[in-house]
Every structure is written in structure tokens, then in C-alpha cells.
């Protein structure tokens, strides 16, 4: 008896995991994805509400496709006029390519030679008392436009894509611009750092 309550409660947890785990998505042309439970839709908006309980009414044109007891369904249409220049699959692989980028490039690199080198120039900045160094963080940020962005294979959990030119030009947009925000922000927050750092430093020498 025991043991077969056991059980119960057992596939009772699987049933609740599963459950939990079955959301409903929606995929943004932009390549981002929205979780929660989809209430209505028409030809021309969604009704949907997120994990927070948020409800947003989305309109269609906007939607690549979306995602109902584990089934997509695409939305999303061929058509010129509507500025859709993109056929259905070239248009899935290029959204494909954008949503990995989000959920998956992260310019590590990028972010970390950002705060050495704003807070280098921050330094110097304040030890010159000169401000010709402000535009040091949009000369760092076209800078790092110069390199290729690497897809990080080892995090995608499917590679099929991969030789897919319009799955790599999702993907470059959206690595390409999170890794330039990233520049921008982290060598700002660099140079504030090491302006006050300079401060400090050379504050105490006098």
C-alpha cells in the first residue's frame, strides 16, 4: 500500500513538472521569446499573459510564430507589401539565428577589456584634468565593430542550423549589438570608476 502511494505521488510531481514546463511561448520576429499562457488569439493581435501574470494584447504582425502544447504554429507571412521580404523558412532561420543569439552569446570578453579600459582612461582623465578623453568609450565601442562575432556552439542545443546563412545573420545581429551595448556600457562604468579611483589616489598625494 505504501509503496503504490509512493508511486502516486510520484507521477503526481512528474505530472506537475511536466505541466509546469509546458508553457506557451511566443517567438518575436526580433528573435525574443515570451513565456506564459496564450488566451486568445485573432487575425490581427494575441492576447497573451506572461509567467508574472502581466497580460499583453500583441499584434500579429510582430509574431514570428508561437509555440501550444509543444507544437509551433507560424504566423508569420511572405509578403512584400507588408515589408515581409523574407520568404517563411529564410525568415525561421534568420529568427532561429536571433533567438539563440539572445539566449546564448554573452561578450564576456568584450565587457571585461570595456572596464579595463574605461577605467585606464578614467585614470588618466582625472590625473590631466582633461575632458578630451570623454568620447574614449564610443572610440572603444567602434572599435570592437572590427571583429567577427563567433557563434558558442557548445551552449546551442541544436546545431543543425549552422550552415544556414540566414541563421548566421540573425545570430550576428543580435551578438553584434549586444556585444556593442555591452562595450558601451561596461567602458562608461569603467572610466566613471577610474576617474574616481584617480580621485582618491591622487588626492592623497597632495
Given at each position: 500500500m505504501i509503496k503504490k502511494f509512493n508511486i502516486l505521488i510520484l507521477l503526481t510531481i512528474c505530472l506537475i513538472a511536466f505541466s509546469a514546463n509546458a508553457q506557451d511561448k511566443i517567438l518575436f520576429l526580433n528573435g525574443k521569446v515570451l513565456e506564459g499562457s496564450l488566451i486568445e488569439k485573432t487575425d490581427y493581435e494575441f492576447t497573451f499573459k506572461d509567467k508574472k501574470d502581466h497580460q499583453f494584447i500583441i499584434d500579429k504582425y510582430r509574431i514570428f510564430s508561437y509555440?501550444?502544447?509543444?507544437?509551433e504554429s507560424i504566423v508569420y507571412e511572405f509578403d512584400t507589401l507588408s515589408g515581409n521580404f523574407l520568404k517563411v523558412k529564410d525568415m525561421q532561420m534568420f529568427v532561429y539565428g536571433e533567438r539563440d543569439a539572445y539566449q546564448t552569446f554573452k561578450p564576456r570578453a568584450t565587457n571585461i577589456g570595456g572596464l579595463v579600459f574605461g577605467g585606464a582612461v578614467g585614470f588618466i582623465m582625472q590625473r590631466d584634468q582633461s575632458f578630451l578623453y570623454i568620447p574614449a568609450p564610443l572610440v572603444y565601442t567602434a572599435f570592437t565593430l572590427l571583429f567577427p562575432t563567433k557563434v558558442n556552439q557548445k551552449k546551442l542545443t541544436d546545431t543543425k542550423y549552422l550552415k544556414e546563412d540566414e541563421y548566421l545573420r540573425g545570430?550576428?545581429?543580435?551578438?553584434?549589438?549586444?556585444?556593442?551595448q555591452g562595450a558601451l556600457k561596461t567602458s562608461v562604468i569603467?572610466?566613471?570608476?577610474?576617474?574616481?579611483?584617480?580621485v582618491i589616489v591622487n588626492g592623497n598625494k597632495d
Open positions: 509555440i501550444q502544447n509543444n507544437k545570430y550576428e545581429r543580435i551578438a553584434r549589438s549586444k556585444r556593442t569603467g572610466m566613471a570608476a577610474g576617474f574616481l579611483i584617480g
